[in-house]
């Protein structure tokens, strides 16, 4: 029986170690990879809601050519939209959300919290698309925000501190 135990134990720690590390989420970050992209982006600050259940992909290990997979859900995303140096205007619009997943890490579901997003103006509509790391939907700060604003007008990106 202890040998049973001990190969027992062998073989459940036999994978690979496996762990995906993400950084802060930061807004002023968001703000500079949305500046930086190829694609066009909108910066949006308030609420996802959802219209029907939110389809959250499955999360599991995924051979190496399949790099990326994911769900999408049409969602509202109500709040406002940055138009200029500092100034928003109100925002209501259908999103598609798209909700991807890297290796075996998945996006969840963000549920109605405020956030700070970076929604991609693509030829197919708007997408906010989220990855395991939520790099591109930070929740809300007074902070985040305030030093969001002052990289898009000053051009002083502060990060936030760990």
Known sequence: MKIAAVLLAVLLGAGPALALSCLQP???RLYEAARDSESDYWI????????????????GLRPPQDEESHADTKVQFLGRVLVGDRIFHPFARRVTL?????????????GDAQVIAAIEVAERGLVLSIGPCSETAVPYTEDGMERLLACHADGECVHALP
């Open 98 to 110: 798209r909700l991807t997943c890297v290796s075996a890490w998945c996006a969840g579901d963000p």
């Open 44 to 59: 949006a600050v308030g609420r996802i809601r959802a219209m029907e259940e939110v389809n959250v992909p499955e999360s």
């Open 26 to 28: 930061d807004a002023v």
